[in-house]
């Protein structure tokens, strides 16, 4: 079988495999892109369905919000009324009323700004002076080594014995205990650091440094950065214990307002993205803190009256301020959460804490982490910019579960469809090429079987001609003549013969007479049938035929011509070594018949292929000799009706040999009978 290069039927496969490779991927393409809008569309239409349930609440939800909000003005101005007298000092405390409403309202950060624009609230706490008194000697020399030498670990010796000359109520401990820290932490001693922190931070709550920053905040900051990443709890506990500590209006405010400012920013700066694990609030309070000069200047230049609710801009972020001008501006920074009338709060006096979460946000920011699937959002009109109230369902799940039963459908219906489609285009692929190689074999059949008619054809006319024409010299001669047409009459009937055996078993017409056999006889007869043909090829024919052999149910026509087949394919399939062997032998229940050569051989990969119709082995041999590809095929085809097997062991150079099992069963069973 040789390929040419322009061969038609190679072009069709082509193209038809392109074609179905196209007819696969576009279809499969579309089903699945209408499929996933299928599926996301129920889902949209699911969060459609969510939002129209919840609008109500969301309704109900934001009236009380801005109910609350648009009072708060009013009901505010008795608390900024005791927060400005207290900046004034017209009172020792900013009292009840004000912390009510701070810590109702969720305010952060508040201020009263005198005419002046001196900030009067939070009010700066005088500077304490720097320890001026005496130091033990041992601490200068510490600090020698410390900064000039740059050996904390020696500077920690010294510094401890400056401490051991100090009494315990000696205000001299408190610089010493912050050069001792800040030498353990520079030479890595973690822990012993964190223990020198605490002792500081208890022993020296309004001491400062030279430069007069507090030396307690400026100890927390440090325990900071040394818990960062270490100790997530205490970090986190850390946190609001500055916040509190620096939060404006409360009584623990220890620090000027400058030294606030500095460290909350450098405390929000430690807190760097992890800000999602502290406390809301505290990050909050210490970002308002930080921001709190910012936040001054960017409020607008506010008419003179009530308190009005204002969104400003500081640090980067939007926030919601309430402010007044009367004598002074008076107002606070609102957390939006409000801790008591905020949108949770609200919720939860609605009681749907359980299943739903409320966040206000600014229009360009996200809520706090945690939150769910969001529901549905509303702009609130009470204030002045896009405050939008978020409703949240906890459990994402719900939406899933609505969405879900639909989506499944369309899937498994999305992933029938692509298989079908796959495997049906891929087992016509299949029936495809199997027709266009079979029918690329009958084109080479037929000029094999047209070749292999002309043959002896070509030999009957020129000797008939001979004859016709008298040039026989003598009456051998012509009987010569006479009998090479008769044995290539004979040849051209068998070859008619195999072609209508074929086309019969084609059909599925060829008819089988089972008869108990002599398999010698069998063996016999093809031989001498093959006779004229092994003796002209001078091959030696060995017959290892076994002694007791018993009769078998065959059809011997059949079986003579599958034997014919094998001994004419040996013959023509070895050109050097001319040795034939026909073996028949019994194994168990199984009779064993077989034709074995040492000709060309046959590759292992092709064993099971030249059993096909019509095909032959692509090799310069095979192709020189004259064949059609039936005679395996029809041998195959005739065992197989037998109930037997053939099978094939061969190498190229090796030789083949061809075995045929058939079943003994039915003449044992006509032995016993
Ligand atoms: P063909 O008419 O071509 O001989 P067959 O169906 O009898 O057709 O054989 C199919 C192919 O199997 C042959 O073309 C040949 O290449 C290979 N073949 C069959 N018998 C032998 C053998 N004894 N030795 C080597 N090759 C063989």
Redesign the pocket.
């Known amino acids: 079988m040789r390929r040419r290069p322009s061969d038609p039927v190679a072009r069709r496969l082509r193209n038809f495999v392109l074609l179905t490779i196209f007819a696969v991927a576009v279809p499969s393409l579309l089903l699945t892109g209408f499929g996933l809008i299928a599926i996301d569309n129920e889902r949209a239409a699911a969060m459609r369905r969510i939002e129209d349930l919840y609008k109500p609440v969301l309704g109900k939800l934001a009236d009380r919000l801005n109910a609350w909000l648009s009072a708060l003005p009013q009901t505010s101005t008795a608390a900024l009324d005791d927060l400005a007298a207290f900046a004034r000092r017209e009172i020792p405390a900013p009292g009840e009323r004000f912390t009510k409403f701070a810590t109702e309202a969720g305010a952060v950060a508040c201020f009263v700004v005198g005419t002046n624009g001196r900030v009067l609230y939070p009010r700066p706490e005088p500077p304490l002076p720097t320890w001026q008194g005496y130091l033990p000697d041992s601490f200068s020399a510490g600090q020698q080594l410390e900064f000039a030498e740059r050996d904390p670990s020696a500077a920690v010796v010294k510094y401890r014995a400056a401490l051991s000359e100090l009494t315990k109520d000696d205000p001299a401990r408190c610089p010493v205990l912050n050069a001792l820290a800040r030498a353990l932490v520079r030479a890595g001693r973690r822990q012993d650091a964190l223990a020198t922190l605490d002792e500081l931070i208890s022993a020296c709550p309004k001491h400062v440094d030279h430069s007069g920053y507090n030396l307690a905040v400026g100890a927390r900051l440090r325990r900071l950065a040394l818990l960062r990443g270490k100790d997530e709890t205490r970090f986190a506990k850390e946190i609001e214990a500055l916040a509190a500590l620096l939060g404006p209006g409360l009584p623990t405010l220890r620090a000027s307002s400058e030294q606030t400012g500095f460290a909350a920013a450098r405390a929000i700066e430690l807190l760097g993205d992890e800000t999602g694990r502290v406390q809301p609030m505290a990050v909050e309070t210490l970002d308002a803190i930080s921001h709190q000069a910012e936040l001054l200047s960017a409020l607008p230049g506010l008419a003179p009256g009530q308190a009005r609710l204002l969104t400003v801009r500081a640090g980067g972020r939007r926030r919601l301020v309430l402010a007044r001008v009367g004598p002074e501006l008076t107002g606070c920074l609102l957390l939006p959460a409000g801790r008591q009338h905020g949108p949770e709060a609200a919720l939860d006096q609605m009681g749907l804490s359980g299943s739903l979460q409320a966040c206000l946000t600014s229009s360009e920011e996200q809520c706090e982490d945690g939150a769910g699937i969001l529901a549905a959002a509303e702009y609130l009109k009470a204030t002045d910019l896009a405050w939008k109230l978020n409703l949240f369902l906890k459990d994402s799940g719900s939406i899933d579960a609505l969405a879900e039963s639909r989506t499944r459908i369309y899937f498994w219906a999305l992933l029938l469809a692509v298989v079908t489609l796959v495997l049906g285009i891929g087992r016509t692929l299949q029936v495809m090429i199997r027709e266009a190689r079979l029918t690329r074999l009958k084109t080479d059949f037929v000029s094999s079987v047209s070749h292999e008619l002309r043959t002896p054809l070509t030999s009957i006319r020129m000797f008939t001609q001979t004859l016709l024409l008298g040039r026989t010299r003598n009456e051998a001669e012509a009987r010569d003549c006479l009998e090479t047409i008769d044995r290539e009459s004979e040849r051209l009937t068998r070859l008619v013969e195999r072609i209508l055996d074929f086309s019969r078993m084609e059909a599925g017409r060829k008819a089988f007479h089972f008869k108990p056999e002599d398999v010698k006889e069998l063996v016999d007869q093809a031989l001498a049938a093959c006779g004229p043909m092994l003796e002209a090829g001078g091959f030696e024919v060995t017959r290892s035929l076994a002694a007791e052999l018993p009769a078998v149910e065959l059809d011997r026509d059949a079986m003579v011509e599958v034997l014919i ?1 094998l001994l004419s ?2 013959v ?3 050109p050097d070594r001319h040795s034939i062997e026909v073996f028949a032998r019994r194994v168990d229940d199984v009779l064993e018949l077989g034709v074995s ?1 040492r ?4 590759e292992r990969a092709l064993h099971k292929r ?1 059993f096909e119709k019509f ?3 692509d ?1 310069r041999l ?1 192709s020189e ?1 004259a ?7 029809l041998v195959h085809y005739i065992i197989q009706a037998h109930n037997g097997q053939i099978t094939v062991d ?1 190498s190229p150079g090796r030789g ?1 040999t ?1 075995t045929i099992r058939l079943p003994l069963k039915n003449a044992k069973h006509e032995e016993e009978e």
């Open positions: 087949n394919n040996a023509k399939y070895s050569d000709g060309i051989g046959i030249i095909y032959r082995v090799n095979a000799v064949g059609s590809g039936m005679g395996l095929s061969s083949s061809f």
